[in-house]
Nanobody
Framework: QVQLVESGGGLVQPGGSLRLSCAAS????????MGWFRQAPGKERDFVAA????????IYVDSVKGRFTISKDNAGNTLNLQMNSLNSEDTAVYYC?????????????????????WGQGTQVTVSS
């Protein structure tokens, strides 16, 4: 089992930045492909970004490309998401997930809430 705990969410003005972190425990994440997802009120949980087990080959949804950066620290057993140039459409609960092992992170883009390991989420609100 992998336990995941997100942190770093909060209220930020449009154009601002936040850095989300996901601390893992129970098992090393060094063999897991991991990702970030978000769920806005009344909407389904959507893929945001993923990274492969070794911390390379990031994948992003088009709406965050150039603004968000995902990174993985296997030694520290953490996953991070640097979010810049935030806008109101980024407002959501953000979840980290550990899914497939080794290979590419492509399968993370369609990971279902019933698959893999998930954190409880952290709220990000972008508002003036």
């Amino acid at each position: 089992q992998v336990q995941l705990v997100e942190s770093g969410g909060g209220l930020v003005q449009p154009g601002g930045s936040l850095r989300l972190s996901c601390a893992a425990s129970g098992r090393t994440i060094s063999t897991y492909n991991m990702g970030w997802f978000r769920q806005a009120p009344g909407k389904e949980r959507d893929f945001v970004a993923a990274i492969n087990w070794s911390g390379g080959a990031p994948i992003y949804v088009d709406s965050v490309k150039g603004r968000f950066t995902i990174s993985k620290d296997n030694a520290g057993n953490t996953l991070n998401l640097q979010m810049n140039s935030l806008n109101s459409e980024d407002t959501a609960v953000y979840y980290c997930a550990a899914g497939t092992r080794f290979g590419t992170a492509q399968a993370m883009t369609v990971l279902r809430p019933t698959q893999g390991f998930w954190g409880q989420g952290t709220q990000v609100t972008v508002s003036s």
